[in-house]
């Protein structure tokens, strides 16, 4: 068995692995299969039953200073360290942050509460732990919350709920300011839509005054109108010809 208990809770695993070797133990010789386990819980052997039938074994490792020198040889006995720290240092992962994993290791292995681990920055563990609890409450709106009716009203919250107080701050400053920019934006813009429309309503007013076809409409009701004296009839006539001179050219 190979990682027994890998994908749940540490105790949750460490305890099933714990059981079910304890079980076939329990066999004894005539009964018990040959099982070959591995695993990284490295507590697992205080919580198995003391019998011969139990022996325990490792990959050899050498230490020459700060460099490990892996074997790849398996040999009797049992080991309390994984390496991860030496790993995670090969791999480019900060010596800072390196360090505080082992602070928090061996605040652990002896016993004591992950709250009881000195804080490096307060104020931003703080921030951390009302984030955790954010997401506490999120999650039980979350099996609540109607997700084939209102995916985006979940969305919403979750946003407004996992982002720092400090972006709430800014989003609302930002949105103060655009709507402002919004409002000033829409009575230019209106501004200018009425001076557009006024002029455009001028030049169409000026379009119909100055229209051959309307002066020519005139003249024919001028001639229509005739009283019979030669000066009339010459003067509409003289304006008949205008306006049809003036409909040819704009033709």
Not at 61 to 89: C, M, P, R, W
Not at 208 to 233: C, M, Q, V
Request: glycine share 4%; charged share 35%.
């Amino acid at each position: 068995m190979d990682e027994f208990g890998k994908g749940t809770m540490t105790e949750v695993g460490l305890s099933l692995l714990a059981s079910s070797l304890n079980y076939w133990l329990s066999k004894g010789k005539d009964h018990c299969p040959h099982i070959f386990a591995s695993s990284h819980f490295h507590s697992l052997r205080s919580l198995l039953d003391d019998t011969d039938l139990l022996s325990f074994h490792t990959l050899d490792v050498h230490q020459n200073g700060d460099e490990l020198e892996f074997q790849y040889k398996l040999v009797d006995g049992i080991i309390d360290n994984s390496y991860a720290s030496y790993t995670a240092l090969k791999n480019g992962i900060s010596r800072e942050i390196v360090d505080r994993s082992n602070e928090v290791y061996e605040h652990l292995k002896s016993g004591k509460s992950l709250l009881d681990v000195p804080q490096q920055n307060p104020a931003a563990e703080q921030q951390d732990f009302m984030l955790a609890q954010r997401m506490d409450d999120l999650m039980a709106t979350f099996l609540e919350w109607d997700l084939t009716n209102d995916p985006l009203g979940f969305l919403k919250i979750a946003k407004e709920a996992l982002s720092p107080d400090d972006d709430k701050e800014e989003d609302a400053v930002q949105q103060d300011n655009d709507e402002a920019a919004m409002e000033d934006n829409g009575k230019v813009i209106l501004e200018e839509e009425e001076v557009v429309v006024l002029e455009e309503k001028e030049v169409v007013i000026l379009a119909k005054e100055e229209t051959p076809r309307k002066r020519l409409k005139f003249a024919d009701e001028d001639k229509e109108n005739l009283d019979g004296s030669y000066d009339s009839g010459r003067k509409s006539s003289k304006r008949l010809k205008i306006a049809e001179e003036n409909i040819e050219k704009s033709d």
